[in-house]
């Protein structure tokens, strides 16, 4: 089983639409964030949390809300989804303290 | 955030190494500097990073320069399977909060 488990890994969804992503690891980590890849670029950091009561915005947080349900879990929503939100979404976590992330394998999400 | 840059794209023989350079010349003296690769849309993974000292491990060599302005991932013998994007990081001091650039598309040819 991956570490980091992202659900769905595909989706399809119309503009105005609430849609959640769901992350779910298995490595003990407290640290848990949210990205956003459009074609040709780098990755962008949506959400950020250090550990279940604490949550933080990152470079492109309009549009988008988070939860942190346990620690092993960190749920991405998008509360009406627009067509220039479809891009490739990745969850990932880290330990801390100079410590390497560990990424999940990616949503494709499609905003039709 | 100390900012990164890098080339947009390199191609290198297969066999060969491969040297990925990085500017990171508003690093502070605390920021360690990391490098990720992301194989077509697969997520990130990590590679190695280091402080000041040059760094190896199993799947490259880190090297930083003194005064600690740039650094060079070595890829010591490129394969096929070595053709990603290649980012390269430096998360401000005490956290992790990780903000990719666009990285460099390596193209490992035969």
């Known amino acids: 089983d991956a570490d980091v488990t992202q659900t769905p890994r595909n989706r399809i969804t119309k503009t105005g639409k609430r849609i959640m992503l769901e992350c779910s690891q298995t490595k003990g980590h407290d640290r848990m964030y949210w990205y956003r890849q459009d074609p040709g670029l780098g990755l962008r950091l949506i959400y950020y949390s250090f550990d279940v009561k604490d949550i933080n915005k990152g470079e492109i947080s309009d549009g988008y809300s988070v939860s942190r349900q346990a620690q092993a879990k960190f749920s991405l929503s998008l509360e009406s989804a627009i067509p220039n939100q479809t891009a490739l979404y990745f969850c990932?976590?880290?330990?801390?303290?100079?410590?390497?992330?560990?990424f999940g394998q990616g949503t494709r999400l499609t905003v039709v | 955030d100390a900012k990164t840059t890098q080339p947009t794209s390199m191609d290198c023989a297969e066999g060969r190494a491969a040297n990925l350079p990085c500017n990171h010349s508003?690093?502070?003296?605390?920021?360690?500097v990391y490098w990720y690769r992301q194989i077509h849309s697969q997520g990130p993974q990590y590679i190695i990073h280091?402080?000041?000292n040059n760094e190896t491990n199993e799947m490259a060599s880190l090297i930083i320069t003194e005064d600690r302005k740039s650094s060079t991932l070595i890829l010591p013998h490129a394969t096929l399977r070595d053709t990603a994007v290649y980012y390269c990081i430096a998360p401000p001091y005490n956290t992790d909060k990780l903000i990719f650039g666009t990285g460099t598309r390596l193209q490992v040819f035969p």
């Open positions: 280091g402080l000041k």
């Open positions: 508003t690093i502070s003296g605390n920021e360690y």
């Open positions: 990932a976590t880290s330990e801390g303290g100079r410590t390497e992330a560990f």
